[in-house]
């Protein structure tokens, strides 16, 4: 998608990634808690003005992309990003 904006917002023990369409006020979330070097993904939120895009697909990616960057591993909690790893089984090594 054209025109996504994910940043990254983190604190001590949870942060979130956001999804700013360029077209729409709405922002999508996917927020997690901090446990060590263990991120819990524990929501994805995209509001229904924004959603059929694959903006939750581009959040769990940069979650993705920053835990391959970093060296984070990933409890997907919630059931959106736990049927992401399921479909990308070469996540697998990602998972704590």
């Known amino acids: 998608m054209d025109n996504l904006e994910i940043t990254r917002h983190d604190e001590e023990t949870r942060g979130e990634y956001r ?3 360029s077209d729409s006020d709405a922002i999508g ?10 991120y819990v993904a524990d929501h994805t939120l995209v509001p229904p003005e924004i ?4 903006i939750a697909a581009k959040l769990v990616e ?5 835990a391959r960057d970093e060296g984070f ?4 909690q919630c059931s959106y990003v ?6 990308h089984p070469d ?5 704590a």
Request: hydrophobic share 40%; net charge positive; no cysteine.
């Open 19 to 21: 999804a700013h369409p």
């Open 29 to 38: 979330r996917l927020t997690y808690k901090k446990n060590g070097d263990v």
């Open 51 to 54: 959603g059929g895009r694959g």
């Open 62 to 66: 940069a979650l993705i992309a920053d």
């Open 73 to 76: 591993k990933i409890v997907p």
């Open 82 to 87: 736990d049927a992401a790893f399921r479909r």
């Open 91 to 95: 996540w697998s090594d990602l998972r």
